[in-house]
């Protein structure tokens, strides 16, 4: 299994702002999703990240909007750069467990609301 | 990546048994099919995982006949803690990447 910490477990933030959530997992993994679900909806996934090389980004989504890092095999940083309100939802961190069985583990999320 | 389909909510009394099918018409061989509960203001967690045939753990069974292109997530004698969105995925796992769909919101009624 994964434990997986996320911070903050919420926030408000004032429109134009950038906000950095934190991932943090309890033992080394070699992939990193984060995720994001709007009021109501599904997951709809954001970018993979890998330790060493640079996150891929899904259709919709840009490094510019979503910058992440990944500096070691515990730990990853998603930022919500010049947040408006339609970037409100709960971003979650995931992981996967032992690799054969291809379960996932979630964090909390992090819920933001952009005024 | 399979697409999967799955009903948008169901309800359900307390103490019935609930089966939430799930459809994946181009499922690929090396897919499972894995079932993940979410509650509201938490991250989805796993429920169960299977290939083919029949799976039951502590928590649901899980029915998939032999052409794959289907499953049903059983739950016996649901209570109202059983409310929840549970999400229906065909998953390689390994270093592959997961999207959801959109989950089957299920209410259980006293």
């Known amino acids: 299994s994964a434990v997986i910490s996320q911070k903050p477990s919420r926030d408000i933030c004032q429109r134009g702002t950038s906000l950095t959530i934190q991932c943090q997992v309890d033992?080394?993994?070699?992939?990193m999703f984060w995720y994001r679900q709007q009021p109501g909806q599904s997951l709809t996934l954001i970018a993979t990240?890998?330790?060493?090389?640079?996150?891929?980004?899904e259709s919709g989504f840009v490094i510019d909007k979503f910058p992440i890092s990944r500096p070691n095999l515990t730990f990853s940083t998603l930022t919500v750069s010049n947040m408006s309100p339609e970037d409100s939802s709960i971003y979650l961190c995931?992981?996967?467990?032992?690799?054969?069985?291809?379960?996932?583990?979630f964090g909390e999320g992090s819920r933001l609301t952009v005024l | 990546l399979a697409k999967t389909t799955q009903p948008i909510s169901m309800d359900s009394y307390e103490g019935q048994e609930v089966n939430i099918t799930c459809s994946h018409n181009?499922?690929?061989?090396?897919?499972?099919i894995t079932w993940y509960q979410q509650f509201p203001s938490q991250g989805p967690r796993f429920i169960i995982q299977?290939?083919?045939t029949k799976v039951t753990n502590e928590v649901a069974s899980l029915f998939i006949p032999a052409d794959r292109k289907s499953s049903t997530l059983s739950l016996p004698r649901v209570s109202l803690s059983d409310t929840a969105v549970y999400y229906c995925?065909?998953?390689?796992?390994?270093?592959?990447?997961?999207?959801f769909g959109t989950g089957t919101k299920l209410q259980v009624i006293p």
């Open positions: 299977g290939y083919k």
């Open positions: 995931s992981v996967r467990g032992v690799v054969n069985t291809g379960e996932l583990f």
């Open positions: 181009n499922i690929a061989t090396n897919d499972y």
């Open positions: 990240a890998n330790q060493g090389s640079e996150a891929t980004y």
């Open positions: 995925l065909a998953d390689s796992g390994g270093y592959q990447k997961v999207t």
């Open positions: 033992s080394q993994v070699t992939m």
